[in-house]
């Protein structure tokens, strides 16, 4: 090939690329964490992905927890009652169960492939007790930002059944569609502000998985097993490691024997003041929650 010719060639490859790239955008990854062991409730063993000093949030996510051992003295003490207000708590369980009773007069367990989309809204005082089940306990749970505007509604609960996320098979593995839409299958929790698509991917050596999203949500790739590789570089992240994406249209996954949880949601671009377990706009409201929770007023709303 004459250099001219090697010119023009690489010429149109680069506009190729940048027509590719204008037209379907592939996220990439902009940073990878390892998910940190602590402990929280009454003594809890877990592992926080999100809501840690290397990633305090991402907007509208706040802190992704992983509950994952086999020994009950890792969890026995759980999560006895504690408030939330001002944002929702999401619990999702592959093995194991979650037990809850709450101030509003609900109680349920959640057993393995279970979830529960809990909107806190103005308060609820509630106990999560981790279970094991045939000797397993792996487990989930995921704070997304409730709007300045919607953070004092009612407290409103989805509990979700198992059989009720819908499970999609791949060429190479599988996924479960719990919020948010995936391969034509629509999941079962609604009406959420922030939009939110929430899946739990399996894939293979050789399986691929990719999934058009709304290019200025937020996006995070936590790999739960095994590796994945991730966005456009197709960049490796193992097991325990949280993928922060760039914007984009697509997402992308390929599989070296990996499952992974997917989030995207739209930001909500508001100041945020937190405190335990009261997530609000300013620090007089986090004042007001805590004045509140001690009053009685969190839960009975007046
Ligand atoms: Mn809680």
Request: hydrophobic share 40%.
């Amino acid at each position: 090939m004459k250099r001219r010719d090697l010119l023009l060639s690489s010429a149109a490859l680069a506009l190729a690329c940048a027509r590719k790239s204008s037209t379907t955008s592939t996220r990439a990854v902009s940073l990878v964490v390892p998910a940190q062991p602590t402990k929280d409730g009454a003594g809890v063993s877990l592992h926080r992905a999100l809501g840690q000093r290397a990633l305090a949030m991402l907007d509208p996510f706040l802190m992704l927890d992983e509950f994952q051992t086999e020994n009950p003295d890792d969890y026995i003490a759980g999560f006895p009652d504690h408030p939330h207000r001002g944002f929702e708590t999401v619990t999702y369980m592959i093995d194991g169960a979650m037990e809850h009773r709450d101030s509003v007069g609900n109680h349920g367990r959640l057993g393995p492939g279970a979830a529960q989309w809990m909107t806190a809204g103005r308060g609820i005082v509630h106990s999560e007790m981790p279970k094991q089940e045939r000797g397993l306990m792996w487990g989930f749970q995921l704070w997304v930002n409730l709007p300045a505007r919607r953070k004092l509604i009612p407290p409103r609960y989805q509990d979700i059944a198992p059989t009720l996320i819908p499970e999609v098979a791949l060429e190479k593995g599988r996924l479960r569609v719990i919020a948010g839409t995936a391969e034509g299958q629509i999941g079962p929790v609604s009406g959420i502000d922030v939009e939110p698509l929430f899946v739990d991917v399996t894939l293979e050596p050789g399986g691929a998985f990719t999934l058009p999203t709304s290019p200025q949500h937020t996006s995070f790739v936590f790999v739960t097993d095994g590796a994945m590789r991730v966005g456009a570089t197709r960049q490796e992240v193992p097991k325990g490691h949280l993928a922060v994406l760039t914007p984009g249209q697509v997402l992308q996954l390929e599989g070296s024997h990996g499952r992974a949880l997917v989030l995207a949601g739209r930001p909500l671009g508001e100041p945020v003041a937190r405190w335990g377990p009261f997530v609000m706009n300013t620090d007089a409201e986090i004042q007001q929650a805590i004045a509140d929770y001690r009053s009685g007023r969190l839960v009975r709303g007046s």
